[in-house]
T-cell receptor, first 116, second 113 residues
Framework: NAGVMQNPRHLVRRRGQEARLRCSPMKGHSHVYWYRQLPEEGLKFMVY????????ESGMPKERFSAEFPKEGPSILRIQQVVRGDSAAYFCASSPGAAGGRYEQYFGPGTRLTVT | AQSVTQLDSHVSVSEGTPVLLRCNYSSSYSPSLFWYVQHPNKGLQLLLK??????LVKGINGFEAEFKKSETSFHLTKPSAHMSDAAEYFC???????????FGQGTELSVKP
């Protein structure tokens, strides 16, 4: 059973470009979470999605950031018009359910975004 | 609201000596608590979890943690450190009913030969 897959592993973008980060959850998992890790900091929650639905986006910046998890295909985190402050590691996690948070989340290897 | 505080940003031990990484939590509910480990430039791996069953939780690689409600603590321990234990460790609480995880700031563990 393959784990959570993320691609690309490393992404370099110039200021003003768009970044698209992909996450394929573990087989049988329908819940996806995105977290951001800034340098020297812990992970911060961004968004929680189920298939075709955004459940909680309380951690998403109000502008330039969006996320989707379509019926078919991976979850996508999209950052428009990137700025240097977007440079971070972005982690995706999946779980088989939410169940009040009692399921553990399985993390992917992360995408390291560098904005030049 | 749930939160966790990791009391040490960096811990250094010698190989073969015990490890103690401290974590206090704040929660209005009976919390679900986790410890994750992150090796350099890698993803996160679950070490262990507490979900209101036994208060002493055993995890992988010889780690264990004890849930103490009276002290609101969930400290991570290991009897004997190994060089491969050098990594960043995160204490995590689940935001019950909302699915998301809330991370502590992390503790960097160094292991000296």
């Amino acid at each position: 059973n393959a784990g959570v897959m993320q691609n690309p592993r490393h992404l370099v973008r110039r200021r003003g470009q768009e970044a698209r980060l992909r996450c394929s959850p573990m087989k049988g998992h329908s819940h996806v979470y995105w977290y951001r890790q800034l340098p020297e900091e812990g992970l911060k929650f961004m968004v929680y999605l189920q298939k075709e639905n955004i459940i909680d986006e309380s951690g998403m910046p109000k502008e330039r950031f969006s996320a989707e998890f379509p019926k078919e295909g991976p979850s996508i985190l999209r950052i428009q018009q990137v700025v240097r402050g977007d440079s971070a590691a972005y982690f995706c996690a999946s779980s088989p359910g939410a169940a009040g948070g009692r399921y553990e989340q399985y993390f992917g290897p992360g995408t390291r975004l560098t904005v030049t | 609201a749930q939160s966790v505080t990791q009391l040490d940003s960096h811990v250094s031990v010698s190989e073969g000596t015990p490890v103690l990484l401290r974590c206090n939590y704040s929660s209005s509910y009976s919390p679900s608590l986790f410890w994750y480990v992150q090796h350099p430039n890698k993803g996160l791996q679950l070490l262990l979890k507490y979900t209101s069953a036994a208060t002493l939780v055993k995890g992988i690689n010889g780690f264990e943690a004890e849930f103490k409600k009276s002290e609101t603590s969930f400290h991570l321990t290991k009897p004997s450190a190994h060089m491969s234990d050098a990594a960043e460790y995160f204490c995590v609480v689940s935001d019950l009913g909302r699915g998301k995880l809330i991370f502590g700031q992390g503790t960097e563990l160094s292991v000296k030969p």
